[in-house]
C-alpha cells in the first residue's frame, strides 16, 4: 500500500470503517460453532452406538459432522445478525446506526461500467438511464462518468447497443458522459472485459462501482459510496448487498420476499465477523482503481477447464488478492438503494448456479495456494462448499439409508461377548434422534423465523404486507423445503461434472418473467422423480418410520417438475401479490430509481433488436454511427478478399443467406450502403476509412 495514504489529514471521521475486538468476534463465532457441531456430532455418535456402531453408521456421523459444520457457521452468523438488526447497531463500530452525513462535494473522478454480453439493450439502458437520473437530481454527476463494455456476439444485438447508447447520450444530453465500447474478442470473459478497460481508460478515474446488466443504484448510494472510498485511504472495495427485485414470477417473488426480509440479518452478521476481510460479489460495488490494476491481475490455472484454466468466478480472488496486498474490503448492510434481478424460474435459477459451480470448484485449488490471508481461504472453502454441501447431505442420507437397511436384516446380540453372563438389551433411542433433528432443523430456521417475526412486529410491516408477512414467511419455509431435495441433486450432478471434466458455456442470464411448460419440467426432472421413486419404495420396506422421517426429502424429489412448473407461473405471482403476499418495499413503496426503470423498459428506451446487418445497410445514420465506433484499422489482402466474397453472396441471395459469422465479419469494417454492394465495389481502397471518430474520453498511461 502507497505510504501517501497513511496520512488521514481532511478525512471525515464519521464514516472511517473500523470497529473493535475483531479477534475476538471471530473467536466468539468459529468458537461457538465447533463447540455446537461437537455437541451435535457427540449426539450422534452416542445415538446411533447405542446397539453397536457400525461401519456404516460411522460413515453417516462423518458425514453429519461436516454438513452440521456448515450449517452452524450460518445459524451464528443469522444469530449475530438478528442481534444487530434488533438493537440498530451497526455491524462494524456496534454503535447506534445512523444516516450517512456527507461534509462538502467529491473530490473523485469515479466511473459507473456495466459489462454485458448479448443482453437485452432495452434493460441495460433503462437500468443505466434510471441510475444516471438519479446521480443527477444528488447534484454530483460531474463526479462520474459511464461506460458500457460490450462483449456481445450476436450481430443484431450488438447494433442496437450501439443506436439504443446514441439515443441516450441525445436524450440525457450526456455526450461525453456516457460512453460505449464493444471488444472485438471476447478473451477472459467478464474479468478479460475489466481488465482491458483497465489497462486503456481506467487511469483517469479514481474509483470505479462495477454493475450487472441488471443492476440499478440510486444516485445517493453511488455517492455514498464514493466518499467512504474518499475517507477511508485503505479501502480497496466496498460492496453493497444488492436487493432482489423486479420479478413477477411466484418462484422469483418468494426468492425477493425471504432476500428482502432475511437478507439484512445475513449481511449484518457476515460484516460483524468479516470486518475489513469481507468478499466481494463481482458487482454492485466500488472499487478502488489504481489498487486493483495493481494487484488483481488473476493468474491462469494449470491444466485444462473446468478445473484449470482461466479463473472463471473472478470476485472472490480479486478480493482474496487485495487482501494479499493490504487493502481492506468491505461489506456495509447499511448502504441500500442497491438492487439487481433474479433468474425467473427453478430452472434458469440452477443454470446460473451450474455456472457458478465451475468457477467455485476451482477455488479449492486456491484455498492452500501461497500468500493469502486466512479470511480470504475461509471464503474460498465457503464458496466451494456452498455446492460441495449438496453432494454431502445426499451422501449423509444415502448412507442413512444404507444404514437403516443393515440394521433391519441384523438380528440383535444379547450375548455379544465370549464370556458375557448377563444380556445387552436393546436401547430405544428415538426421541434423542427426534431431538437431534428437531435440534438440526432448528439451526436452519430459527434465524429466518426471528428475521419474519421482526418485521411483522417492526414499524416497516405495511410494506411486507403487515399480517400477511406471516403467512408469506410459514409458505416460503415449506416451499423452500420442497425446493431444497430438487437443488440438491442438481448441485451434486454439477459437483459430479465438473470434477469429471465437463465444462459449460458462459451466456446471458434469462431477464424476463418466463415460465416453465410442464412438459419440459418434467423431462429435465425425470431422473429426481425416478430417484425418489426407488428411494421411496426402498424406505418404506426397510422401515416405515424411517420412510416418514425421509418423506420431505422424498416429496421434493418426486413433486419437482409440478413445483418448477407451478412456481414459474406468472399468474401465480400476479395473484400472489394481488394477495398481498411475498411483498417487498420495492412493490409497496417504489423507489424512484426503480420506478423509472420500469417506465423506461415499457417505454423501449433501446431499439428493437433487428436485423442488424440490414440495418447497416438501408439506415445512413445507423451505418455513420456504426463506422465511427470501430476500431481505427485497415484489413489485411488476406481479409479484403474474405469480405469482398461474402459481399458477393449478398449481392446475389440478400441477408438471409449469410452465416452469424459471415456477418460478424463484413461488420466488423464499415458497412457498404446498399447501392455499393448492388454495384459490386470491393472492400479497401479510397473508401475505407483509416481512422474512425473517438467516441471514448482520451487514454491515458
Known sequence: MKDDLKSLEGLDPAVRLAGPGRKLRRFFLFGAALVTTAYASWMMADVLAADQLTMMEAVVVTFFTINFAWISLSFYTGVVGVFLRAFGLDALTLRRLRPIKRKGRLRSKNVVIIPVYNESPNRVFAGLRASYESLVATGEIDAFDFFVLSDTRDPDIWIAE?????????????????FFRRRPENTERKSGNLKEFCETYAANYDHMIVFDADSVMSGEAMVNMAYMMENNPDAGIIQTPPQPTGRMTLFARVLQFISRVHGPTMS????????????????????????????????????????????????????????????????????????????????????RDRRWCQGNMQHARLIFAHGFRPLSRLHFFMGVMSFVSSPLWLLLLLSSTVATLQNARLTHSFFPGQFTMFPQWPVDRSFEMLMLLVFTIGMLVVPKVISVLMVFIGRDRRKYGGFAVLISGLLEMIYSALQAPIMMMMHA??????????????????????????????????????????????????????????????????????????????????????????LTPEETATPDELAALYRLKEAGLGDDVRDGLLQLIEDPYANALHSALLPAQKPDRRTQIEVGIIYEKLARLGVEALTREEKFKIMSWPVKPLDQIMAGQNIGGSDHPETSTSFAPAKKG
Not at 439504443?164 to 455526450?175: F, G, I, K, V
Not at 470434477?499 to 434469462?510: H, P, S, Y
Not at 421413486?533 to 409440478?562: E, H, K, R, T, Y
Request: hydrophobic fraction near 50%; proline fraction near 5%.
Open 162 to 178: 450501439e443506436m439504443a447508447w446514441a439515443r441516450t447520450c441525445a436524450e440525457l444530453n450526456a455526450r461525453g458522459k456516457i
Open 268 to 351: 449484518a452478521g457476515l460484516a460483524f465477523w468479516c470486518m475489513g476481510s469481507s468478499n466481494y460479489w463481482g458487482h454492485n460495488a466500488i472499487i478502488r482503481v489504481q489498487a486493483f490494476i495493481d494487484c488483481c491481475g488473476l493468474p491462469v490455472l494449470s491444466g485444462k477447464p473446468p478445473m484449470g484454466g482461466h479463473i472463471l468466478s473472478h470476485d472472490f480472488v480479486e478480493a482474496a488478492f487485495m487482501r494479499r496486498a493490504g487493502w481492506r474490503v468491505w461489506l456495509i448492510p447499511q448502504l441500500e438503494g442497491s438492487w439487481e434481478e433474479l433468474p425467473p424460474n427453478l430452472i434458469d435459477y440452477a443454470i
Open 493 to 582: 450432478r454439477f459437483v459430479f461434472s465438473v470434477l469429471t471434466g465437463n465444462q459449460v458455456g458462459w451466456d446471458a442470464q434469462e431477464r424476463d418473467d418466463t415460465g416453465v411448460p410442464f412438459m419440459s419440467a418434467l423431462k429435465t426432472h425425470k431422473g429426481i422423480i425416478a430417484l425418489g421413486l426407488i428411494w421411496g419404495a426402498v424406505a418404506i420396506f426397510v422401515d416405515q418410520a424411517f420412510f416418514w422421517w425421509l418423506s420431505p426429502i422424498l416429496a421434493g424429489l418426486v413433486f419437482s417438475p409440478w413445483l418448477t412448473h407451478w412456481s414459474s407461473s406468472l399468474a401465480l405471482g400476479k395473484k400472489a401479490a394481488a394477495m398481498g403476499l411475498f
